[in-house]
Nanobody
Framework: QVQLVESGGGLVQPGGSLRLSCATS????????MGWYRQAPGKRRTLVAR???????NYADSVKGRFTISRDNAKNMVYLQMNSLKPEDTAVYYC?????????WGQGTQVTVSS
């Protein structure tokens, strides 16, 4: 079993930066890829960024050039560096692990971009 705990959300002004962290524990060998998703009020949850076990990354078009996903295998951590934040980035951000039997989700962390 894999467990995920997010941290790092908060309130930031437009143009600001935040770094989200996801601490992973449990059956790490079963993880195929890690990702960050977000869900704004009244909208469906969508992929923001994903990183595979061989560090291949992909991003939603809306965040390319602004967000960077990374992982520290020694610390069992995954990060999402978010720069040049916009009000439309406001959402609950969820850490996700793709494992051999499905997906595991964290509890989510709120990111609010507002002046």
């Amino acid at each position: 079993q894999v467990q995920l705990v997010e941290s790092g959300g908060g309130l930031v002004q437009p143009g600001g930066s935040l770094r989200l962290s996801c601490a992973t524990s449990g059956s790490m060998f079963s993880i195929v890829a890690m990702g960050w998703y977000r869900q704004a009020p009244g909208k469906r949850r969508t992929l923001v960024a994903r990183i595979t076990s061989v560090a291949t990354t992909n991003y939603a078009d809306s965040v390319k050039g602004r967000f960077t996903i990374s992982r520290d295998n020694a610390k069992n951590m995954v990060y999402l560096q978010m720069n040049s934040l916009k009000p439309e980035d406001t959402a609950v951000y969820y850490c996700n692990a793709q494992i051999d039997s499905g997906f595991v989700w964290g509890q989510g962390t709120q990111v609010t971009v507002s002046s």
